[in-house]
């Protein structure tokens, strides 16, 4: 599903403060597969998670996920990829505080040509496998932070993607909603979803999951 | 004089503007062109990728207000008709000075060019590598180089309209003028007609096998024959006046302006009927869906025409 | 294509925002309100100078005497009669009063009344009046501004006049002209054509010059050669050169505005573009979070420019709605004095609700191009931004 081969990662190329953050990187993960990225901060995981989710360009190294090579795709074609096969969650959650948690939901839908209907019945699908549907007209900036990181779970189901990538997604839950949280990842594990957590939390010790190390922006 | 009215001075403001903003993105184009390299994955594509973005904002955000200028162009024209002594319509106010006529074609013509560009970006980012971006490039910097010829042209033709010395009126610029007839190749009214829906049957037929060079020429002269058709059969039932020989005062309101339907019709159809071709040389795509709006608009063209003869006719129960 | 959806998160991001475009909102609000002001009044004017000169003869002949106007002899009327196309030829008598203690005038119109004025609206003011009591004494009709003007010094039924002959006449107020026509008669004065006589100090056998009505406009150029002809000592005003000379000071009125305009615009435009070049870092995280869930570049500019872009239709909408009250219903306090600075006589206007729709484009293009222009740039720059870098 996802096949990584010699990705470096060099920030700030030429330039003074150039930073080669990741070096000779391959991976394979097979469709279904859950893998925990570990590592120490600043040892590359976050940088390797974008360049998975095309939303930086390696520097070097080809990128193939569910058969598409998107290591330099354009951005027009590297956003349809993005909106239709990955779902991405967030440390800090990065949800737009002001709108609802349902208008929340719907942003990454918001390109895509689907009927109302399916719209409804996507976004309440979504609500549902992350248990916000209660919350569903309530502004994010009023929910407590497990139910803002079900929220953000829900809007990175509302687009069925194939890949979860997910970054920190437990730094700012205390032990109860990381339980939770854990569960709901075990669920999509279930249902066939690969998934790809960067963390450095113990509690996914207790996944069944393949680990892999970073260090210094190379795979140990 | 150069500022004749209102809408001259907002007209050439306008036309400023969007200069000012076609240079930026002509700068741009050209730090672009000098080191794109596609395959390379620099931190500098990258910045001249983002960069792509800004120049494709900006000519797309000017070549539409230059869309919607031509047919300002031509409705400032005709209201300065008020102004230029002698002048009825637009005609005697393109006719004020050499530069006029000029002006107008050339604005089609960027207009035709611009057409050319919207196709040819459409189908550059829908692939996946760009494989027109040089091309189009080129073809901006070559449009770019056009306009600023026009905005020399509009200055020079709009300072040399003189208020004081009277132009002719349309009758007297596009009427017999006895000796020699102003019809191409020595026509006849009759045989000019018969060439016309001819012509117009043959890039119909062109279109629907989509025979695509065959179509470039029979639309070329289509394009040239129903120019002459318009302002020497069709314009006279339009104004029901057998004398009345002008392509522009139908742009007025009294004729509902009638006149930007009938010229941008024309101009529709006959763009997609001679684009199809030139883009397929430029990309090696097919296009023949294309077609299908030439054949729209074409026979639109010809359906609005004809029909102002057969309402005449009905009306009246005789041809002028 | 912008979808519903894509309309309905644009019109919440903006609410959410609405502080931050509010300062622009009320900015270009007022730019269009200004602009829209002046282009509905000058056009209001213009129509009702043109409903005016409709019902003007088509020449106006005066004898002229060292380049000054002088009093026409009124057998000239038979040679003019005699032109094929001239229907009628009317002997006018016409002045300015001086009213000595300030510096103003009224323009004393002497009429006829037993020939059958030209003038639509006199006609019709006359065809209320019964011409028998009304030349039974001297009687006037008064302008509005005429009447305002002795008001103020308590002449409310009558006025002494002081012709050049030193004698008084005094005259009776019998009606007044409806506002709507204030415009052209705000300072006029009708009276019968003897007593402007006196009152001006015009000969019996002369008028102060001859209208001449011909009803066909294609007759215009050949009628006014044989009038050449006729005299050599005359000066013959053509009603389309009228028109344009009212067209031309328009124009030019309006275009030295515009100009002014521009700079302000040009202003307004780097106004515009400093302030959505601010990008603070909240707007830089809702962009990385956007092109994360699957935006484009290209769908952000378009939710930027789409911001920009209602602010300024609402802005234009807003402005233009209150240029219209202000114009048609408040009746354009303080611009319309710069407009009608020509008449002696303050002027209070009721004028007709005439829109030109392709100065309402017109206005709409020169507003909105240059709004759009200066936001261009912010919007790419904005949504070209690094997405991670802008989630940190
Ligand atoms: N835009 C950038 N320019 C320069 N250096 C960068 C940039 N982005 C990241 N880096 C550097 O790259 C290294 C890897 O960063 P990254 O965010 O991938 O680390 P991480 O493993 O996710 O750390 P954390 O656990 O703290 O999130 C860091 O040392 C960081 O300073
Ligand atoms: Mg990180």
Known sequence: MIKLENINKIYNQSRPNEFHALKNISLHVSEGELIILKGVSGSGKSTLLSIIGSLIKPSSGSVVIDNQSIAKLPDLHASVFRADKLGFIFQSFNLFEELSVAENITTPLIHKSITPKELKDKTATAMNTAQIQHKANTQVKLLSGGEKQRCAIARALVNSPKVILCDEPTANLDAKNSKIFIKTIKKLHDDGKTIVIATHDSIFDSIDAKIINIQNGTIV | MIFLSNGVIVFLFIETLLLILLSVAFINVLTILKSWNFEATTTKQYILEKRSYLVLLIIFFTLSFKIILLPYFAYMIDTLSDVVPGAMCAAGVINANKYGVWLLWLKIFILFLVGIWIILNHYDLKAENYPFFKKKLWLFILIFALIAGESVLDILYLKNISTKSIVSCCSSIYGASGISNPIPFDLHVNELLALFYLLFTLSITTAIYRFKFFSLLSNIAFLYIAYYAVVYFFGTYIYELPTHLCPFCMLQSGYYYIGYFIWGTLFLGTFFGMSVSIIEYLTDIDLSRLFRYSIIFNTTFILICSTYVLLYYIKNGVFL | MPN????????????????????????????????????????????????????QPEFTIQKM??????????????????????????????????????????????????????????KKIISDIDIKKFLSKPNMIIGQGVKAFLDRYHFFDYYVFRPPDRSKIEVNIYDYFPKESSLVSNDMIIMDIDLARQILGVDEDEATDFALYSPNELEADNIKIKLILQHFDTRIIQKSDIQKAYDKLFNYKGGIFLILYMIVLLTFMMILYQRYSMIQSSDKKEIGILRALGWSIKDVIVLKIGESFIVAIFAFLLGFILAFIYVFFLNAPLLGAIFYGYSNLPTDIVLNKSVDFSAVFLLFLFYILPFMAAVLIPAWRSSVIDPLEAMR
């Open chain 3, 4 to 55: 519903k959806l894509f309309l309905n998160f644009l019109f919440l991001l903006l609410y959410k925002h609405r502080v931050k475009h509010l300062s622009i909102f009320f900015i270009s609000t007022l730019i269009v309100f200004i602009l829209s002001s002046v282009l509905l009044l000058s056009h209001a004017l213009q129509e009702d100078i043109k409903q005016t000169l409709k019902s």
């Open chain 3, 65 to 122: 005497r060292g380049g000054r106007s002088v009093d026409v002899p009124l057998f000239w009327a038979d040679g003019f009669e005699s032109i094929e196309g001239v229907v009628d030829v009317e002997p006018r008598v016409y002045g300015e009063y001086f009213y000595e203690p300030n510096e103003h005038h009224f323009t004393i119109v002497g009429i006829d009344f037993f020939e059958l004025a030209h003038s639509k609206k006199l």
